[in-house]
């Protein structure tokens, strides 16, 4: 091959590859402004002012260790067991949960009220664990707040342009909405994480439930960052039949929810 064609060759690698990543979720690629380091970033410099926002964090450090190691024990069989995992309960009594890049994920006081066993936290968990590692968190900002206002505010100490304060950037992260097929991804490859952890996916379809439930008496905070579709019980519920899962090896944990997070919440 002459060195001219290898050249050329080169320099249109680099410029079909410059802004795409490949979805570890999915194996495609995916169109992608930041590098996953700026995740990191993002996700340490907001993740204090996100806390702040939600009340800040529960004062037990019994619970807050048992949701953490929760947490990790999915992130382990994750496609991205490397990143450093943070799982944290916050104060905020409406019921929902967030994930941030870089590997943050919050649980309100409100969803932890709500649930009833260790595999429906889990699912919870496992869903927003899929919201980082496919870069939907990350996707979403540069989409919707413009990613080189984030990236000024974690690079400067200073308003980015003079514009948004970080409490006025972190409104609009708590405000951030996935697309329907983001959310579908988040729950079904959600429910293999939470299977591969060792827990009954059912936690997944019973949470699910529990959510639609609460939105009829009255709008959640949960549906307004993560629009539903109606068919979300319908196609989890198919899932677990095509997967044949041992359900009787799979931990359900309504007793131990109880101790460690119902208990601990009175
Ligand atoms: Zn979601």
């Known amino acids: 091959m002459s060195k001219k064609l290898v050249l050329l060759i080169l320099g249109l690698t680099f410029f079909l590859c410059t802004g795409c990543a490949i979805n570890p979720v999915t194996g495609k690629e995916q169109l992608m402004l930041i590098p996953q380091r700026q995740d990191i970033a993002i996700g340490q410099r907001y993740a204090p002012e996100v806390e702040k926002q939600m009340g800040g964090r529960i004062a037990n450090e019994g619970l807050q260790n048992y949701i953490d190691s929760l947490g990790q024990r999915i992130a382990r069989v994750s496609h991205k067991p490397d990143l450093q995992y943070h799982f944290l309960a916050v104060e905020d009594e409406s019921v929902n949960a967030l994930a941030l890049p870089g590997g943050y994920v919050f649980v309100t006081k409100g969803m932890?009220?709500?649930?009833?066993?260790?595999?429906?936290?889990?699912?919870?968990?496992a869903h927003e664990l899929v919201h980082i590692v496919a870069r939907h968190a990350s996707a979403a900002m540069s989409r919707e707040i413009g990613i080189e206002i984030l990236l000024s505010a974690v690079t400067s100490d200073k308003t980015p342009r003079g514009v948004l304060t970080a409490a006025g950037l972190t409104r609009q992260i708590l405000g951030l909405r996935y697309s329907r097929s983001d959310e579908r991804e988040a729950d079904l490859v959600g429910m293999d994480y939470l299977a591969a952890a060792g827990y009954n996916p059912y936690g997944m379809v019973e949470t699910m439930q529990?959510?639609?439930?609460?939105?009829?008496?009255?709008?959640?905070?949960?549906f307004s960052t993560h629009p539903n579709p109606e068919n979300r019980i319908a196609y989890l519920t198919q899932k677990i039949q095509t997967d044949h899962h041992?359900?009787?090896a799979l931990k359900t944990g309504k007793d131990d929810y109880l101790t460690a997070v119902l208990s601990a919440l009175k």
């Open 112 to 125: 932890l009220k709500k649930l009833t066993t260790e595999a429906q936290l889990a699912a919870i968990l």
């Open 210 to 222: 529990m959510l639609e439930n609460q939105q009829q008496i009255r709008p959640i905070e949960f």
């Open 246 to 248: 041992n359900l009787a």
